[in-house]
């Protein structure tokens, strides 16, 4: 393994990285509105990522229709979520909320598990081109193609926070509920959008993990889960731009240490990186002005 | 007993509390008043601990308790209340007096593993002196969340009172009480002087701070403008600027 | 028989990881790494029984004692992140120490065969209760004597002052400040004290199951473990373990009939009782309800 493998490594890590951060994201818009952690997020949005399948598998459907497939679906199944675990359970009960999410994401898993028996499902890859050769690295095309979208998916959303009234309205609600609603914004309805476009965003990363991946498999729920949550944390709870950088970085970091240790050990260095992140700064890279108390 | 010395404590842009001094003699019921925001319980929170000053010193019996753990300054002899009641709702008034038998005069009574892990025996006749001077003997097995608002602002006070402090800091004690229960607190304050007790008021209420204070100091926007005795303070045209101007 | 043996047992060692958790959340902490510190004391027990010939109490003790430790050493910096940060925190900690785990060769020749952890393929023929003539009853026993043991040192701890500081500081950590409660040494403290219990509970199941392996000791156990004294509510140890006898006595053996669906009930089960219960099963009103219908405590009523 020489320098040019190991700088190879970093920049595949990247690419895929851009999923970690849309992940990082959904858990940081939920954050920010509710000041709640919606545990089954990664998991739905896998979830959203299988259901695509159905159309190829089971419609008919050519292969590509798999990916606006699974983005509507996560996003249906993110507002059920909202609907399920948060909209009826009082605001001053942090741990019902927590255990409810946790019972989502296992129940979410399960029915993965019952519908597919357990076996993986081979998902369609995004683009399958040629590599491109950048003097001694290679980009692979695909990568690129996960790489590309993702970013659009960023720009879309922040275009969305910030050039409309609904974006304005999360904000507002994020910040000062109370005023926000004084103001006449439909508290439920924005936390319900928030729920909508956060799954949506999932369902591009699980469908956009599945491409890369190449495949789907139960396993990865808890990964994915525990990625996103680390995203979260090392950007700053509630931080979008922290949700982006922390994603790649994770993703170049753990990709970095397969490189140079091996595939199973590689996730007890992102811990220990996750570790060094809340010894050092606890507040993550960007982290939000503390309110008052 | 308490000096403050040229105290500052700044959120972001906010001067809260811009550079004040003064001092507490032991024995004394010191008032601290000032029209809404004017840095009174940011005082009291960086005297506790709770926040860090800006700059300035804290001196509390001649050493400066700047580097001193917050938990810790109850056992130097620093108790206090809070303006927001904050009581273990889900505790019992008993079980809320027991959580703050921290100080030293605790810890030369029972042992370390008695005091921690050992059972409501010796502490019963220290709690129930606490509870009969509050007047809530009654309530003792109740939750402190089912108290009637005046019962929990008395609580309050007890709980600083079983920390057995030197110097008590009382923010707002009066806030939401009805007339009666005022009359009670002023009472209350002139016995705990007469036990020794050194205290820090904050009280918008007028009538009681003028009549239980023994000196007063007037903090208007994060600065002190006055300092002395009810009479002196009360005839300061400065004082009556910021309370008029301000509308209080 | 056997098969009621077998499941108190199981209900045994997940009491004890269950009533880990509840210290830890008295003082309003949520941690997701309990199932990290069954996992140590699990490979722990294992490793002095079988690699070591230890018998099997000083082996759990030790166990218990390794966890504790880790318990300690993790509760420093984790306890500087409050709330959420704390639950994320704790569930990379509990993976990074199942990682480890899979990570973990340390073999032995013992006769002709290998025996100690062996990474992925995990840790075989923990035979001590065999090898020692034990048979289920006395098994259970002696599980259900480690459990009584745990929990009424925990109701007797509950009542205390320890108790109440451990819950005043769950309540609000800027009251339990001023009135001179250490906050890092009292969350260290309970961190400890879940760490040890739960690595008794990883022990006796190390000893149960004969073989451990990483995938045990995942992200589905440590939610069980907060989920049983969230569900029973934080009263009393008590709570705990009636929903530890809820779950795994009625939900996952009474339902066994239902089969793969049973795992898909269980997810469902606890969004709905959050939904309709989120102070958990018996909480302070149906406690209440309960002490006055025994008749007593009724002046708290
Ligand atoms: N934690 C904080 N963060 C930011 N600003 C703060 C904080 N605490 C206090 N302030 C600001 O500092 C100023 C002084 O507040 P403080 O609470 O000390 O006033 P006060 O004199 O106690 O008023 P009141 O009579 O209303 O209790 C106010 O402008 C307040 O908004
Ligand atoms: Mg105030």
Redesign the pocket.
Known sequence: MGFVDYVQAIIDGLLFGTTYSLIGIGFTLVFGVMHKINMSYAAASLAGAYCGLIGPQMLGLPPWSVFPLSIVAAGVIGYVIYLTCFRFIPLASPLATLMSTVGMLLLVDEIVVHATAGMPQNYPAIYDGDPIELGPFILRADLVGVFLICVVAMAVLLALLYRTRLGMATRAVAQQPVAAQLCGMRLQAVNGLTFVVAGLLGGVAGAMIGASVGMLSPLIAGTITVKGLIVTVIGGLGSIPGAIVAGLLVGAAENLFQAVRNVTERDIYVMLLLFAFLVLRPGGLFAAARG?? | MLEVRGLVKH??G?R??DGIDFAIRPGEVFGLI??????????VNLVCGL?APTQGQILFQGQDIARVATHKRLSLGLARTF?NIRLFTNLTVWENLWMAENAPAHRAEAGFLKRWVGGRGNARERISQALEFSGLAHRADDLAGSLAFGEQRRLELARALAARPRLLLL??PAAGMNAEEIAQLDERIRMLQQQGYTILL?E?HMELVMAVTDRICV?NF?RKIAEGTPAQVQADPAVRDAYLGTGA | MDFYYSLAQIIGFHALLGLSAYVVLLTGQVSLAQAGFFAIGAYVAAMFTVLAGWHLVPAMLAAGLAAAAMACIVGFPALRVRGLMLVIATLAFGEAVRLFFFNFDYQVAKGEVKVGPLGGEGFRQIRWFPEHGWTGLDVMLFVWTVVALVAGALWWLDRSRFGAVLRAVGEDELAAQSVGLNLTAVKVTAMTIGGFIAGLGGAIYAHYTTHIEHSNFGVLLATFAIAYPILGGLRNVLGTIVAVIFVQGFLVEGLRFLGDWRNLLFGALIVLAMNLRPNGLIDAATARRLARLFGREARRA
């Open positions: 008052r108390d | 959120f972001g906010v809260a509390v000032g029209p809404n925001g004017s840095g009174k319980s940011t005082t926040y303006q923010d707002e904050i918008h903090l994060g």
